[in-house]
């Protein structure tokens, strides 16, 4: 892999991993499309440690809260706090995702990444968001975040093992279909991102390591930890004024896209 190629991915995978667009979609596109060898799964993961990067960093007055809120968690054992209970929540929605993770990573490695699946997730989930986003209504705060709700979209997450479906757009679709503030739905679900992401890079970066430090590979993370960075801050920025149609209909021309070149090279 050449440095260019690591630069575009970094900037692909920060740009994408935030949007609900499919980071993993767009990291097994476009090599295909560019006619590059696939990086493969354990490359895309050591690329989403420069989003880790981005989303600790971007909220770290949050995250230090809900250290200090962990920590008192464990000592009172008592639920009396909006930072305690988001505490607890965030563990709960992360659950689903990583245990489907754990069992299903031989697919996600190989059968889910067919540009043909990836373009039909595009589509589905494109046209999903757009419904979901139009018709709920947009008044919950992240405050009224309730176990129920930590469930619904931690169950959510378990979809975005299919490239295409994307994680932060199913959880956020999932955020909002229960009311809740276009904000809001953006803001938890990149806290979401954190323990999972964390957990991948736990489990695949050693690996990568061992292969060696490359120039590519670092190239590759700090691009998409920047990216990331301005990722959330224009999304979160955008959603506050504008719905989510333009990222569904980005999607769903993606996708109808990819379907055209796969047919047009059988």
Do not use: C, N
Not at 209 to 218: F, H, N, S, Y
């Amino acid at each position: 892999m050449t440095i260019l190629q690591a630069l575009v991915l970094g900037l692909v995978q920060g740009l994408s991993e935030f949007l609900p667009i499919s980071s993993s979609a767009h990291l097994t596109l476009v090599p295909w499309l560019l006619g590059w060898e696939d990086p493969g799964l354990a490359f895309d993961v050591a690329l989403h440690t420069g989003t880790l990067v981005a989303v600790l960093w971007y909220f770290r007055a949050e995250w230090v809260a809900l250290a200090r809120a962990a920590i008192e968690l464990l000592r009172t054992r008592t639920l009396d706090t909006v930072e305690k209970r988001r505490v607890l929540y965030l563990i709960i929605a992360t659950i689903p995702g990583g245990i489907a993770g754990l069992l299903l990573e031989k697919a996600a490695e190989s059968a889910f990444r067919s540009p043909a699946i990836v373009a039909t997730a595009l589509i589905v989930m494109g046209v999903v968001l757009w419904l979901v986003d139009r018709a709920a209504s947009a008044t919950r705060p992240l405050e009224q975040l309730t176990l129920r709700d930590s469930v619904v979209i931690g169950l959510a997450q378990v979809f975005a093992l299919v490239p295409g479906v994307s994680r932060s757009g199913s959880t956020i679709t999932a955020g909002r279909a229960l009311g809740f503030t276009r904000e809001s739905a953006a803001v938890f679900s990149f806290l979401m991102s954190m323990p999972i992401i964390a957990a991948a890079a736990i489990l695949k970066v050693p690996g990568v390591l061992r292969a060696g430090v490359t120039a590519p590979l670092v190239i590759g993370v700090i691009a998409s930890a920047v990216s990331g960075w301005v990722a959330i801050t224009i999304l979160l920025r955008y959603v506050s004024k504008h719905s989510y149609g333009l990222f569904a209909i980005y999607r769903v021309l993606v996708g109808v896209a990819v379907l055209l070149v796969v047919y047009a090279r059988r």
